[in-house]
């Protein structure tokens, strides 16, 4: 037998090298890869992948009565109907109410609008300014790959689109849908496309879908 390490002769019976040390069984050292190798392999390896934000589950709203109620944590926009503020905010509890920020009166709500503005046309499409109308009242602005939950109160309402003037584009109008929110119509989504168009008006459109669609709701 010899040894591993100085490839001298160990005689049987022996449980270590005479000549360097080295005890009977080691493993052969591993000898170090080249420059070139070490550089193959960083080649071959995968890179790290940047951890993917979670997307947020689409939640079927639940009826309270013929009031709407959503779990914690969602976000929504209300148009407070006393002092009239547009506001975002952030479900805390589990009653109906939905309280406004500025005067913190609460209101139920009847259902549900989801909106979803599509990162479609030019890159002039997605610094377009674009407002919510419903029922001739503006209810903010959505951006570019936004998306919105807004909760309107149970009766019917107009939506629509309007984008804010931007050189060199003069305001749009979008088609607008007529709505019945209710309690068997509590949860209706629509997504916005923006149709460039070369030197005119980009065009504004509006599209039912289903509320599945409507991502990070």
């Given at each position: 037998?010899?040894?591993?390490?100085?490839?001298s002769v160990?005689?049987?019976?022996?449980?270590?090298?005479?000549?360097?040390?080295t005890?009977?069984?080691t493993?052969?050292?591993?000898?170090?890869?080249?420059?070139?190798e070490?550089?193959?392999?960083?080649?071959?390896?995968?890179?790290?992948?940047?951890?993917?934000?979670?997307?947020?589950?689409?939640?079927?709203?639940?009826?309270?009565?013929?009031?709407?109620?959503?779990?914690l944590?969602?976000?929504?926009?209300?148009?407070?109907?006393d002092?009239?503020?547009?506001?975002?905010?952030?479900?805390?509890d589990?009653t109906?109410?939905?309280?406004c920020?500025?005067c913190?009166k609460?209101?139920?709500y009847?259902?549900?609008?989801?909106?979803?503005?599509?990162g479609?046309?030019?890159?002039?499409?997605?610094?377009?300014?674009?407002d919510?109308?419903?029922d001739?009242?503006?209810?903010?602005?959505?951006?570019?790959?936004?998306?919105?939950?807004?909760?309107?109160?149970?009766?019917?309402?107009?939506?629509?689109?309007?984008?804010?003037?931007?050189?060199?584009?003069?305001?749009?109008?979008s088609?607008?849908?007529?709505?019945?929110?209710?309690?068997?119509?509590?949860n209706?989504?629509?997504?916005?496309?923006?149709?460039?168009?070369y030197?005119?008006?980009?065009?504004?459109?509006?599209?039912e879908?289903a509320?599945?669609?409507?991502?990070?709701?």
């Amino acid at each position: 037998m010899n040894c591993v390490k100085c490839g001298s002769v160990i005689a049987e019976g022996n449980n270590f090298c005479m000549i360097c040390g080295t005890p009977v069984g080691t493993s052969a050292p591993q000898a170090a890869p080249a420059p070139a190798e070490q550089a193959a392999y960083q080649q071959a390896a995968p890179a790290p992948q940047a951890p993917e934000t979670p997307a947020i589950p689409y939640y079927q709203p639940v009826m309270d009565g013929a009031n709407i109620t959503l779990p914690l944590s969602r976000k929504f926009r209300i148009r407070c109907p006393d002092c009239g503020l547009v506001a975002d905010d952030i479900k805390r509890d589990q009653t109906v109410g939905f309280p406004c920020p500025s005067c913190h009166k609460a209101y139920a709500y009847g259902g549900q609008l989801l909106l979803y503005r599509m990162g479609n046309g030019m890159p002039s499409c997605a610094m377009l300014p674009v407002d919510i109308i419903i029922d001739g009242v503006v209810y903010g602005e959505i951006s570019n790959r936004e998306s919105i939950r807004i909760m309107l109160p149970s009766g019917t309402h107009i939506i629509g689109m309007r984008s804010r003037p931007a050189w060199p584009y003069s305001p749009n109008v979008s088609n607008q849908f007529q709505i019945v929110v209710g309690p068997q119509s509590c949860n209706l989504a629509f997504k916005l496309s923006i149709v460039y168009r070369y030197m005119a008006t980009n065009g504004l459109e509006l599209a039912e879908c289903a509320p599945q669609e409507i991502p990070d709701i």
